[in-house]
């Protein structure tokens, strides 16, 4: 213990500059949030989008951050990515946030295309549902709760023992694990389903659906800014989709930004 203590004392006193330097970049972030807040109050959609690009630039992406970019983005008339930084919102605070939900629906609004969503099957329907009432960063957490109260609660009765009956000892432990397990599959399920679903914004105001990753190939469809779409493969600069109606198509990569 002493040795670890040790080195873990050496360590922050060889590296107090890069502490320091965290700190700070912790300080500016904060600093130009409240800023780019200030500018967006103030109608200065542009200078509030520039400091709030900023911040995502420097590795502080949030949901919080995604939802106010999108915003800026909505009130300078880019629907598209508005629309974008919405969906990215919506993957860190859950698909249920009302506020998220409202102004996705009013960008929507503003989009060309209308295409009909293909119904999905009534089992995946409900799985979906469920999930989303867990976001990511929930679930994670919930996790690792669950673990560490296990974990803590085998450890003091190994070392120290419980005052309760074996039966009370284990139905705690138990309960715990069934909790685990249960906060466990929620995660993996709503990993799986981010990683199965690649999914991208259209943001050319025109993009061309092609029947081959060929500029010179028949163009099936035309598809406008804002539409979301699946994608299915890759290859070189362009993008194998899948439209909301099922229809499939190669569209170029410069057309669209994953979510």
């Known amino acids: 213990m002493q040795k670890l203590l040790y080195i873990v004392l050496l360590?922050?006193?060889m590296c107090p500059s890069s502490l320091k330097s965290e700190g700070y970049r912790i300080q500016?972030?904060?600093?130009?949030?409240?800023?780019?807040?200030?500018?967006?109050?103030?109608?200065?959609?542009?200078?509030?989008?520039?400091?709030?690009?900023?911040?995502?630039s420097?590795?502080?992406?949030?949901?919080?951050?995604?939802?106010?970019?999108?915003?800026?983005?909505?009130?300078?008339?880019?629907?598209?990515?508005?629309?974008?930084?919405?969906?990215?919102?919506?993957?860190?605070?859950g698909e249920n946030d009302p506020d998220i939900k409202n102004n996705l629906d009013l960008a929507r609004l503003k989009t060309k295309d209308r295409i009909a969503e293909l119904p999905a099957f009534f089992l995946s329907t409900i799985a979906r549902r469920v999930?989303?009432?867990?976001?990511m960063w929930f679930s994670g957490t919930l996790v690792l709760i669950f673990f560490y109260l296990l974990f803590a609660s085998l450890i003091v009765e190994m070392r120290f023992g419980l005052p309760f009956s074996p039966t009370f000892k284990n139905a705690i432990n138990i309960t715990l694990s069934v909790l685990l397990t249960i906060s466990l599959v929620?995660?993996?399920?709503?990993?799986?389903?981010?990683?199965q679903r690649d999914e991208a914004i259209i943001l050319s105001p025109t993009s061309a659906l092609k029947s081959e990753p060929l500029e010179k190939a028949s163009t099936l469809t035309e598809i406008h800014s804002g539409l979301k779409?699946?994608?299915?493969?890759?290859?070189?600069?362009?993008?194998?989709?899948?439209?909301?109606n099922?229809?499939?198509?190669?569209i170029n990569q410069r057309d669209a930004e994953r979510i």
């Not at 995660?187 to 799986?192: E, R």
């Not at 099922?246 to 190669?250: A, E, I, Q, V």
């Open 11 to 13: 360590t922050l006193l």
């Open 28 to 56: 500016q972030a904060q600093a130009d949030f409240k800023e780019a807040g200030k500018f967006f109050v103030e109608r200065k959609f542009a200078s509030s989008l520039e400091l709030f690009r900023k911040i995502d």
């Open 58 to 93: 420097s590795g502080f992406g949030s949901g919080e951050l995604y939802y106010n970019i999108g915003n800026c983005y909505y009130k300078i008339g880019d629907f598209g990515r508005a629309i974008l930084y919405y969906e990215r919102a919506k993957k860190e605070l």
């Open 131 to 135: 999930l989303s009432y867990f976001p």
């Open 186 to 195: 929620i995660f993996l399920s709503k990993a799986y389903q981010d990683f």
């Open 229 to 244: 779409v699946i994608i299915l493969n890759e290859e070189q600069n362009w993008f194998e989709v899948r439209l909301p």
């Open 246 to 250: 099922g229809d499939k198509g190669w």
